[in-house]
């Protein structure tokens, strides 16, 4: 009988350890049909943080799961993680439409944010502490959920992206759309980029997500200029200017860019780094503070 107990307590144990990534179906107003994943740690911490992470053009949620080490550290740190997918125009996000653009407009955007709300109050997380992070079109979203929805976001990292706005009235939202004026490196002033981030919400007047913008050198896609316009964009919002560059962080193939004290605002740009930057997750870690 002890014998049966003892292993019976074990494969209890042993069953425990279960967690995996997990459709949910039913998670709100979803205007654009797209999916939504998510990964739940056996061991969660007390009021959660959670980390909105979202897949390149023609990625899934499934496939950013596997894209990088962040669900290790969900297990260490007990946050939760959030995988939208879209199966729309060739799986991009739709960084291009009004919608989105705009504050409570709909599109993806709104989409993702129920997904948001949804896991706040299912796992009582800690709404003063969702991140956002992507590559690519992910990393558009990233910086269009920032200015979309300040009041849903504290902070986001995006990996080869583009500013808020800057696909803006564009037919496509696609690396095979005919206009590609954007991901070229479309320039604005800082003035007239942080514009189309307070736009989005207009008579806001609350706190604004920090940012990390990290990119390429050598990145033919999406150019690096994208980066720097991404930057005068956040630096402006958050009313911080270039305080240092540091070579060699966090490699030696990398410059950081430090605005203000660096806890709002940095750049971080690869020499000889294509299309996409890898996901640094120790770095974003710590500037999410988690």
């Given amino acids: ?75 260490k740190s007990g946050f939760i993680l959030i995988y939208p997918g879209t199966p729309n125009y060739s799986n991009c996000w739709d960084v291009n439409a009004a919608t989105s653009l705009t504050h409570l407009g709909g599109g993806d955007a709104l989409g993702i944010v129920n997904m948001v709300n949804y896991t706040l109050a299912k796992y009582s997380a800690d709404a003063t502490r969702v991140y956002a992070m992507g590559s690519s079109s992910g990393a558009m979203m990233t910086n269009v959920l920032a200015g979309s929805y300040p009041d849903v976001f504290e902070a986001g990292a995006a990996y080869s992206g583009v500013a808020h706005a800057c696909f803006a009235g564009a037919a496509g939202n696609t690396p095979f759309a005919a206009n590609q004026t954007c991901a070229q490196g479309l320039q604005h002033t ?53 305080a240092q560059n540091v070579t060699g962080v966090p490699s030696a193939a990398y410059t950081q860019m430090i605005y203000g004290d660096g806890t709002k605002l940095m750049g971080f740009f690869g020499k000889g780094v294509g299309h996409t930057a890898p996901v640094n997750e120790v770095e974003m870690l710590k500037f999410f503070n988690l």
Avoid at 10 to 30: D, I, K, R
Avoid at 191 to 213: A, C, D, K, L
Wanted: hydrophobic letters at 40%.
């Fill in 1 to 75: 009988m002890l014998a049966r107990t003892v292993l019976a307590l074990a494969a209890a144990a042993v069953g425990g350890m279960c967690a995996s990534l997990q459709q949910v179906t039913n998670f709100g107003n979803n205007p654009t049909k797209i999916n939504m994943y998510i990964y739940v740690p056996d061991k969660l911490a007390a009021k959660p943080a959670v980390i909105v992470a979202l897949h390149p053009c023609g990625g899934t949620g499934p496939q950013w799961y596997s894209g990088t080490r962040l669900p290790s550290y969900a297990d």
């Fill in 190 to 242: 800082p003035q007239e980029w942080g514009n189309f981030v307070r736009n989005s919400f207009p008579g806001y007047t609350g706190r604004r997500p920090r940012m990390q913008i990290i990119h390429g050198l050598a990145d033919t896609l999406v150019r690096p200029q994208c980066a720097y316009e991404a930057l005068k964009q956040w630096s402006n919002v958050l009313g911080v200017s270039l």
